[in-house]
């Protein structure tokens, strides 16, 4: 890891001005930084230490939903007995994630902008190809090993998989992303590769996450996040889905549904096309699975991928199933 | 790039002075400054859980730690569990008692992971340890003992009753 001048802020707009130079990068959990600086991937002048601001770590939840402070851990938020009651998704995705030490470490912020896990990108050594890393080299995944990339929102440029899943069950029941006094959903905050993957989201230079929000509904309340790996515990998703379902008065007729996946895409990616199929009616498995296949429309296979094209689907079904008590 | 800052870690309830690159991880300073080397240093990219040590009573991986961030925050090494007289830690004891490792390598950090599984509360079943537990990678594959040794451990701390001499009581 490459030498580098640490500074710890006083305050965030301290720590704002600080990250407005070339080469200055905020540090708080530090899970993400500190690996990539290791793998050579990122090379950082000064880390700007957020972590000992007072008060960025605070947590509301209430009837109209709830306000997380970007440092608050990812494990407090799991444990929260509001996010539970309120957002099972949201703490599940959370309690999911990483392990109970990186939990401890890693912010809600700082898990927003974790990077990509794709393996070309983390060995810049071996290759030097990676348009997210430096743009306009090419993309060493394609036509490479690729049993854990993307297969939806992938451009000729790049196919790494955004590896998050607390963003999905975010992007499932609309949170908002707030960064001081602006405020974006969570859906227009991650951006699509197209032709700049470097530029992952529309966090700007000295701009700070401060916070998510997230709206109370009846079908964040009545959620579950479904991740499937190639390990029980400890792994990123090979897929994953979160789901939330209102249900009509009947208890039966789906009044409002959300469907987000996670593992297979570019970015956090809303299912809204499989919503649309299921409201209004009575869900049976057969529906479901049918519903549930519009979830990779459009998906693109590159090879070693491709079973994500068919697990993907599996995992929207089993997940809705379970919440209408069909599974 | 070589100025070296300042830093006074409060570690094992002792407070440590130490000049150290900025770039330093806790792990290094540990082992390398303060020739505190019972922390280990496994893949130093936060994937095996060797070098757990507690930051203010919370488990954290002390390689993806800066020594500079944790300045004025609680340390706790497998060097500071024990009891003072020298008298193992609980959860020391169910390890050796439960033979639970094998090249042991990954002992400290499972050991400190352990401590903190226990106090969190998250180890009620054996599924809720292998859960909690998972940071932690044992190559010798010493699982089975290890979740006996915690699952000990836990009962213990909740009944205050060792469990082999819960057998000599019986």
């Keep these: 890891m490459?030498?580098?001048?640490y500074f710890r802020?006083?305050?965030?707009?301290?720590a704002s001005r600080a990250t407005l130079d070339a080469g200055a990068m905020l540090l708080a959990g530090g899970t993400t930084l500190l690996d990539l600086a290791k793998c050579g991937v990122t090379e950082p002048d000064t880390l700007v230490d957020i972590t000992h601001l007072a008060g960025l770590g605070d947590m509301t939840v209430d009837a109209n939903g709830a306000t997380i402070g970007a440092l608050a851990k990812m494990g407090e938020v799991a444990d929260h007995p509001g996010v539970k009651a309120a957002f099972p998704a949201v703490a599940q995705s959370l309690s999911l994630a990483a392990s109970a030490q990186l939990r401890n470490m890693a912010t809600i912020g700082g898990n927003l902008l974790q990077r990509t896990r794709c393996s070309y990108f983390r060995e810049p050594g071996v290759f030097p190809a990676c348009n997210k890393r430096n743009p306009g080299s090419g993309c060493s995944a394609i036509g490479g090993v690729t049993r854990n990339h993307a297969v939806l929102g992938t451009s000729r440029a790049c196919i790494a998989v955004n590896p998050g899943d607390l963003a999905v069950a975010l992007v499932a029941f609309d949170a908002y992303v707030e960064m001081g006094r602006r405020r974006v959903a969570i859906e227009d905050f991650y951006m699509l590769p197209g032709e700049t993957p470097d530029w992952e989201t529309v966090l700007k230079k000295g701009e700070i996450i401060t916070g998510i929000a997230i709206p109370a509904s009846p079908a964040a309340k009545n959620s579950t996040y479904l991740k499937v790996r190639d390990r029980q515990s400890y792994e990123f998703a090979a897929a994953s889905a979160a789901v939330g379902i209102e249900f009509e008065a009947d208890g039966k007729t789906v009044?409002?549904?959300r469907v987000a996946l996670g593992g297979v895409a570019t970015r956090p990616w809303r299912a809204r096309a499989v919503e649309q199929s299921l409201i209004g009616t009575v869900l049976n498995v057969e529906a479901v699975e049918k519903a549930s296949r519009l979830s990779v429309e459009g998906a693109v296979s590159h090879g070693g991928n491709r079973y994500k094209i068919e697990l993907a689907p599996r995992v929207v079904a089993r997940a809705i199933l379970t919440m209408g008590g069909l599974a | 790039m070589t100025r070296t800052i300042h830093l006074s870690l409060d570690i094992n309830g002792k407070q440590h002075e130490l000049d150290v690159e900025p770039r330093v991880t806790l792990l290094d300073a540990l082992r390398e400054?303060?020739?505190?080397?019972?922390t280990k240093k496994g893949c130093d990219q936060g994937q095996c859980g060797a070098c757990t040590c507690h930051v203010d009573g919370k488990r954290v991986l002390s390689c993806l730690t800066l020594a500079a961030q944790v300045e004025g925050r609680q340390i706790t090494t497998i060097e500071g569990i024990a009891a003072e007289g020298g008298d193992l830690h609980p959860v020391q004891a169910a390890f050796i008692e439960n033979d639970a490792f094998?090249?042991?390598?990954?002992?400290?950090?499972?050991i400190m992971s352990a401590v903190a599984c226990i106090r969190e509360g998250h180890a009620g079943s054996e599924e809720e340890i292998r859960?909690?537990?998972s940071g932690n990678l044992c190559r010798c594959g010493a699982y089975n003992s290890i979740v006996a040794a915690v699952r000990e451990a836990a009962e213990m701390a909740a009944t205050g009753v060792a469990a082999k001499d819960k057998a000599e009581v019986a």
């Design chain 2, 33 to 38: 400054s303060l020739a505190l080397t019972g």
């Design chain 2, 131 to 133: 859960e909690y537990m």
């Design chain 1, 9 to 14: 802020a006083a305050s965030t707009e301290e």
């Design chain 1, 255 to 257: 009044r409002d549904i």
């Design chain 2, 102 to 110: 094998q090249c042991g390598y990954c002992t400290p950090g499972q």
């Design chain 1, 2 to 5: 490459r030498d580098f001048s």
